[in-house]
């Protein structure tokens, strides 16, 4: 399943640079023991936004089991792609893949996290982002950021000025925060 918008900032060639950037990070990065301390359980909704690869949407599907959700999101229909054909080879039917640049598409208070991996300084309308995740975020639920390129107090700022979210954990380019 999969909902579509029409719009993309990124070039294909741009794209596959990107995919082959990400796939050499991953092995640095390590995205499985990095997304298995976030406490993501079976049963859990969860939203990879700015899925790319799938580094982190892999990953977080094997935890939320038969019982959860992952919904990848990027721009690129490309990402989308590559993202089924990784679930797809990795036996993973609870992956739902949605191509936009902003709106999820989701019911409300449907999401146990929203994962934004280094890609929260990419987008251009930031308080609508927030509005849509804290809109889709179960009252209980975690926004998490791991940010890269960039200084995280940017985006620490943003969040808290926008009144949304409060946040709960820091450390280095890692900010968790929950609903308000």
Same mark, same amino acid.
């Given at each position: 399943?999969?909902?579509?918008?029409?719009?993309?900032?990124?070039? !294909?060639?741009?794209?596959? @640079?990107?995919?082959?950037?990400?796939?050499?990070?991953?092995?640095?990065?390590? #995205?499985?023991?990095?997304?298995?301390?976030?406490?993501?359980?079976?049963?859990?909704? %969860?939203? !990879?936004?700015?899925?790319?690869?799938?580094?982190?949407? $892999?990953?977080?599907?094997?935890?939320?089991?038969?019982?959860?959700?992952?919904?990848?999101? !990027?721009?690129?229909?490309? *990402? $989308?792609?590559?993202?089924?054909?990784?679930?797809?080879?990795?036996?993973?039917?609870? /992956?739902?893949?949605?191509?936009?640049?902003? *709106?999820?598409?989701?019911?409300?208070?449907?999401?146990?996290?929203?994962?934004? /991996?280094? %890609?929260?300084?990419? @987008?251009?309308?930031?308080?609508?982002?927030?509005? &849509?995740?804290?809109?889709?975020?179960? #009252?209980?639920?975690?926004? %998490?950021?791991?940010?890269?390129? %960039?200084? #995280?107090?940017?985006?620490? *700022?943003?969040?808290?000025?926008?009144?949304?979210?409060?946040? @709960?954990?820091?450390? !280095?380019?890692?900010?968790?925060? &929950?609903?308000?």
């Amino acid at each position: 399943m999969s909902a579509t918008t029409n719009r993309s900032h990124t070039s !294909d060639t741009s794209y596959r @640079v990107m995919a082959w950037y990400l796939r050499f990070r991953e092995r640095f990065r390590k #995205p499985s023991e990095f997304v298995s301390t976030l406490g993501i359980k079976e049963g859990h909704n %969860v939203l !990879d936004y700015g899925c790319g690869i799938g580094s982190y949407t $892999i990953p977080a599907a094997r935890l939320v089991g038969e019982a959860g959700r992952v919904y990848a999101l !990027d721009i690129h229909p490309l *990402a $989308i792609k590559r993202v089924m054909k990784r679930a797809k080879n990795e036996g993973l039917s609870n /992956i739902v893949t949605i191509q936009s640049d902003l *709106a999820t598409g989701l019911p409300e208070n449907h999401l146990d996290f929203a994962l934004l /991996i280094d %890609v929260y300084t990419w @987008v251009d309308d930031k308080i609508g982002l927030l509005e &849509e995740i804290h809109r889709i975020l179960r #009252p209980s639920g975690e926004l %998490v950021f791991l940010i890269d390129h %960039v200084s #995280p107090e940017g985006c620490k *700022a943003a969040v808290e000025d926008s009144g949304l979210f409060k946040l @709960v954990f820091q450390e !280095d380019n890692l900010l968790r925060y &929950e609903k308000i």
